[in-house]
């Protein structure tokens, strides 16, 4: 069974930075694609950012230039940068993995607030 845990998240205030993390354990053979959803208050989640195997990443619009996904070599791991915060990127942060099935982990939450 595989299983997704994330970390890093928290309050802080807008401008400043986070990075969260997602960790997979378990029968992992491998993902082909890993990152980042989010679900705000009364809205649907949304993807933030992805990476594929081969290095390709896409962002959301609204985290385009602020935000950065990365991986380790092994693929059992996805980070997500977080710069330049603001009070909309307030939500639950989900770490997702596609390999063969989908996996899910079970969020962390990021507030930005003054």
């Known amino acids: 069974q595989v299983q997704l845990v994330e970390s890093g998240g928290g309050l802080v205030q807008p401008g400043a930075s986070l990075r969260l993390s997602c960790v997979a354990s378990g029968r992992i053979i491998s993902f082909g694609t890993m990152g980042w959803y989010r679900q705000a208050p009364g809205k649907q989640r949304e993807l933030v950012a992805v990476i594929t195997g081969g290095g390709i990443t896409n962002y959301a619009d609204s985290v385009k230039g602020r935000f950065a996904i990365s991986r380790d070599r092994a693929f059992k791991s996805v980070s997500l940068e977080m710069n330049s915060l603001k009070p909309e990127d307030t939500a639950v942060y989900y770490c997702?993995?596609?390999?063969?099935?989908?996996?899910w982990g079970q969020g962390t939450q990021v507030t930005v607030s003054s």
């Open positions: 997702y993995a596609r390999g063969g099935a989908e996996y």
